[in-house]
């Protein structure tokens, strides 16, 4: 939830100067990034840490109206992050996407699908991290909807 608070003022401040009535403002860009997770089922079932490295792919949009709504969407993809088992030495990828959506108005929604996937060599090494969430938030600020999916699986 901070990190929609966050983006959304941030989108609400870039939103204050004068707009046509369809503004809108896109980029991507490219992210280093290096994260070390432990892969519980790898190594025969003891485990291992793996630390990833390589660039997250981020697109980024925002629109706005002068009805003081707007969209922000964002797209996160790994590309080549790749690592190392520290106790095999077993080679490992890190694939999937993040992809974020709000809306808002005299209400907002914001919706999260988040896949990562770390796959390694050989059988039972393989890591998935999935969620699905959402919020609807009415124009009266009363919580409509709320569900967040989260799961770990490691095979």
């Known amino acids: 939830m901070r990190k929609f608070i966050a983006i959304l003022g941030l989108a609400l401040a870039i939103g204050l100067t004068a707009l046509p009535e369809r503004a809108q403002a896109g980029n991507s860009t490219e992210v280093p990034v290096a994260i070390t ?20 792919h981020v697109e980024f949009n925002f629109t706005f109206n ?5 969209n922000i969407h964002l797209l996160f993809n ?35 699908v988040n ?12 890591f998935s991290v999935h969620e699905t969430a959402h919020i609807t938030v ?8 709320f569900f967040d999916n989260f799961s770990v699986v490691c095979k």
């Open 37 to 56: 997770v432990f892969i519980p089922c790898a190594n025969n079932g003891a485990g291992e840490t793996v630390t990833l490295t390589g660039n997250l």
């Open 66 to 70: 002068n009805g003081g709504g707007g």
């Open 78 to 112: 790994p590309q080549g992050i790749s690592g190392t088992g520290d106790v095999t030495g077993a080679k490992y990828q890190g694939t999937g996407m993040t992809q974020e959506q709000e809306s808002f108005r005299t209400g907002f929604e914001f919706t999260l």
């Open 115 to 126: 896949r990562f996937d770390i796959i390694g060599q050989g059988p039972g090494n393989n």
């Open 138 to 145: 009415n124009a009266n600020g009363t919580l409509t909807v």
